[in-house]
């Protein structure tokens, strides 16, 4: 098993992509803490990490509350000691022109998506720089390298995931902690086909399953001399192939 012994930090773990990783990395050995606003689908993913013979911890928590995330990793630490791997995958999404954002539109998307990384790296890296080893997976999007209308708000903290994750990877290289991020393309969160999803060229959609295949390497020794890289899983989103 690839993480075998390994502590891992999971927010957002309640649904979709977050649920995905953490029952991945249960797979692989991997002790997990979950987080996110809604401790009844979090409680459900624990349920399904521990049939799969893991041990996960639920701490319900708003990654944009300076507060919780203090609390979060406090609990974290008290139950399993160090923390291995943190995966930034909590975010919102809303879809409005910009003319139409509000500033609490604005507020919630970017205190979500990228100051709720900056409280959680800040809140777990003591650790990792005082253990000396550390892997942490931020998850940005296809639109934080493609701009697109209606999402400013999102493209905006999403751009700003990649540069945060690169300006850490550089200050944390001599720690022995690396820092890289996913980019998923449009992901279907259920095994059927959505007709209002666009079309993909590839045989099948990308899913969840797909992303924490590539979390599950980024935390594992395979991925040891890579930090600062940007992992674009698309599944086709932004390719044709002929």
């Known amino acids: ?13 309640g649904t979709g992509i977050g649920r995905a990783i953490a029952l991945a990395y249960a797979q692989e050995g991997a002790a997990l803490v979950l987080t996110g606003r809604t401790g009844e689908t979090l409680a459900k993913v624990a349920d399904e990490v521990g049939a799969l013979g893991g041990e996960a911890l639920v701490v319900r928590a708003s ?14 630490q008290a139950r399993f000691g160090e923390i291995n791997v943190l995966v930034n995958n909590a975010g919102v999404f809303i879809y409005k022109g910009f003319l139409d954002l509000s500033l609490s539109d604005w507020d919630d998307t970017i205190n979500t998506n990228l100051k709720g990384i900056f409280l959680c790296c800040q809140a777990v890296l003591p650790g990792m720089v005082k253990q000396k080893q550390g892997n942490i997976i931020n998850i940005s999007s296809i639109h934080g390298k493609i701009g697109d209308a209606n999402l400013a708000a999102h493209c905006a903290s ?52 797909d992303v924490a295949r590539v979390a599950v390497f980024l935390a594992s020794p395979d991925s040891s001399i890579m930090t600062g890289s940007v992992i674009d899983v698309f599944g086709g989103t932004s390719v044709r192939i002929h």
């Open 158 to 209: 999403k751009f700003g995931v990649i540069g945060l994750t690169q300006a850490l990877a550089r200050e944390l290289i001599d720690h022995n902690i690396n820092v890289n991020v996913i980019c998923p393309g449009q992901v279907s969160s259920n095994w059927v086909d959505e007709p209002t999803m666009l079309p993909t060229p590839l045989s099948t959609r990308l899913r969840p399953a």
């Open 63 to 76: 990654v944009a509350d300076a507060a919780d995330v203090r609390r979060m990793v406090d609990e974290a």
């Open 1 to 13: 098993m690839k993480l075998k012994d390994k502590v891992a930090i999971v927010t957002g773990a």
